[in-house]
């Protein structure tokens, strides 16, 4: 067991290696030889490789599908709807489970999915935007501690605990403020009492930092246990039930806050 456990280990670093290196080979490459051709065309390159990278209007678009299902009352069109945007099991979640995982994945997202490519694309440009991006997408497909994934994917899910520190840190300063701004359907003060409490209860070193800001501000409770692959995963609550979880009033103005 130990040996096929190192096994695995050791392919998922291969994998990671791989990815890395093919990602920011071919990411240079295309660059260098845009710009090598005409520099009109390298700006060019550059700005689609910038949009792409980016996933604000995804984020929005997707989520908001979630939003006009529950809105219309068809839970199972939401159901599938927010599968697309989330880990779990969502085929036996109710209206309040829908609204809860579709908030927790747009909170966790706010940086993974825009912050931190920005503060890449800032600090790398395209090549590093993309190596990031290449790291946040092994993690949501193999970064799961599971039988299955929990050695194999582990090199993908350390690598991107680590390449999120700062900007999920950074987007959370961000969040606070915003929420202090945001007007009344938001509380700053629960944003920041909650963060300073429950951030760390979330497993990922960096979700907790997002979701505990999102649940103070809206008053609202969120994490708790949840279903991968069949199994329930005991999770301990993040945020107090003010409110409840209910998406009519308030998911506009949350996407609004957040994107």
């Known amino acids: 067991m130990e040996d096929s456990n190192g096994r695995a280990f050791r392919q998922g670093i291969g994998l990671v290696l791989i990815v890395i290196i093919s990602v920011v080979a071919v990411t240079f490459f295309l660059l260098f030889m845009a710009n090598w051709l005409h520099p009109v065309l390298g700006v ?28 219309n009352g068809n839970l199972e069109q ?36 825009v912050i931190a490519p920005m503060l890449y694309l800032a600090v790398g440009g395209p090549v590093l935007g993309f ?8 993690d949501s497909m193999i970064g799961y501690k599971n039988e299955k994934y929990l050695y194999f994917g582990r090199s993908a ?11 999920a840190r950074i987007s959370a300063c961000l969040m606070i403020t915003a929420s202090f701004l945001a007007g009344r359907q938001f509380s700053g003060k629960g944003a920041w009492t909650i963060y300073k409490r429950d951030r760390k209860k979330h497993t ?27 199994k329930t995963v005991k999770k301990p609550h993040i945020g107090d039930a003010v409110r409840g979880v209910e998406y009519l009033p308030y998911t506009e103005s949350l996407l609004a806050f957040l994107l």
């Open 204 to 230: 990922s070193p960096n979700s907790g930092q997002t979701e505990a800001i999102c649940a103070g501000a809206l008053s609202i409770q969120l994490a708790g246990d949840a279903s991968y692959f069949g």
């Open 131 to 138: 190596l990031y991006k290449a790291v946040n997408t092994m």
């Open 78 to 113: 939401a159901r599938k709807a927010v599968s697309m945007i989330v880990g779990r099991d969502t085929k036996h979640l109710d209206e309040e489970g829908v609204a809860k995982a579709a908030i927790e994945t747009v909170a966790e997202n706010t940086s993974d999915g």
């Open 157 to 167: 899910a350390k690598l991107d605990d680590f390449v999120n520190f700062f900007p």
């Open 44 to 71: 060019v390159v550059e700005c689609i490789m910038t949009y792409q990278i980016l996933a604000v209007k995804c984020l929005k678009v997707e989520s908001m599908k979630v939003y006009q299902c529950l809105k």
